[in-house]
């Protein structure tokens, strides 16, 4: 299949990039070869590499989900196979043991010689390798890059049409990233307290009060933390209503976003898990809900994606205003509003109480 057909139909820049890097591999192996050598994934001289992307993989018996790699490279001369499988995160963090689903999966290919996991991000963000190969012995190694290091690999490779693009695409997602603090960087940092301080103010007194009136309960321990902050990408207050994420409610802020010049999104979620026994009839209802005027909704129709439908606004649309808490604060609780018709509406959820 070509590469704009593959290309058709993508949902994100993660998926759009990796085909895009697979593309540069398979029509340039020796780009490819290369660029192993140069990570110090293998220092072997191959015949040939064959590259392939979006490969399912169906769940394993302890696995909850199955599994869809962003990209497998099998790189093979006269004596066997290596194999490198490559999960990419951009403006994303890892799912849920994925890596290790991942780990088990490339244990279980007798045909390969050596098997890695390379994990690239863009951003930061380390991996504990004795979690995810707990119990798989040393059959597969583990490894992890940054963006920033293929971007600085290719622009030291004979310039093309495609490797030019490349390179300007990172660029413009920040994929491209220096080991030096910039003064945006440090301006940013300076005023993260005042942020995450207005954050806090959009969400305290009767915005919280409201958001556990309406869903019965409410974790306070939202993620308030620099560090949950760079792991999940989310400042939330959560509602748990099975204690555990089944099905959730969040009230709040995600801050990851795809471009560096896109903004948060705010707003209010409902989600519910893969291995949620009533997946089914919230899927049902999530459907009818996403049909109210602002709502929308994600991976309603993959059954082994978390999905989700919310009513959400980019901070964007509220710096034209005045006081920006008192207009958020009012979004928050319009949602909340809207929730609550929406927990009468479909009392059959899995709430968690009785008393609405």
């Not at 919230?282 to 459907?287: E, R, T, Y």
Request: proline content about 3%; overall charge negative; hydrophobic content about 35%.
């Amino acid at each position: 299949m070509g590469l704009f057909n593959r290309l058709l139909g993508l949902r994100s820049t993660e998926d759009f990039f990796t085909e895009i890097v697979a593309h540069l591999f398979d029509t340039s192996p020796q780009t490819c070869m290369d660029w192993v050598k140069h990570e110090r994934l293998s220092d072997a001289e191959y015949d040939g590499v064959h590259v392939s992307t979006q490969q399912a993989l169906a769940a394993l018996e302890d696995h909850e989900t199955g599994s869809r790699l962003d990209i497998l490279i099998e790189l093979y001369d006269q004596q066997g196979t290596d194999v490198i499988l490559i999960e990419s995160k951009i403006a994303s963090r890892e799912g849920d043991e994925q890596l290790r689903r991942y780990a088990q999966h490339l244990e279980r290919r007798s045909d390969a010689r050596s098997k890695t996991l390379l994990y690239i991000t863009r951003d930061y963000d380390p991996k504990d390798e004795n979690e995810i190969f707990d119990g798989l012995g040393d059959r597969v190694s583990f490894e992890s890059r940054r963006w920033h290091d293929f971007y600085n690999f290719l622009k030291d490779q004979p310039r093309t049409d495609l490797t030019g693009e490349i390179l300007r695409f990172m660029e413009e997602q920040g994929m491209a990233q220096s080991n030096q603090f910039t003064p945006v960087d440090v301006l940013a940092l300076s005023n993260v307290p005042k942020a995450l301080s207005m954050m806090d103010e959009t969400m305290s007194g009767e915005v919280s009060a409201k958001f556990e009136a309406v869903t019965g309960n409410l974790l306070k321990s939202r993620a308030g933390t620099l560090s949950n902050l760079q792991e999940h990408g989310r400042y939330l207050l959560y509602s748990l209503p099975q204690h555990n994420w089944s099905f959730w409610c969040g009230l709040g802020y995600y801050l990851w976003w795809e471009s560096a010049a896109d903004y948060p999104a705010l707003g209010i979620w409902l989600g519910v898990s893969p291995k949620s026994q009533d997946r089914h009839q919230i899927i049902s209802a999530m459907k009818e809900i996403e049909e109210r005027d602002g709502w929308e909704s994600s991976e309603l129709d993959y059954s082994r994606a978390w999905s989700s439908v919310g009513r959400e606004s980019s901070l964007q649309d509220f710096l034209s205003s005045d006081d920006h808490v008192a207009e958020i604060k009012k979004f928050f609780l319009e949602s909340l509003d809207e929730l609550q018709e929406i927990r009468e509406q479909y009392p059959h959820l899995p709430w968690g109480d009785t008393t609405h």
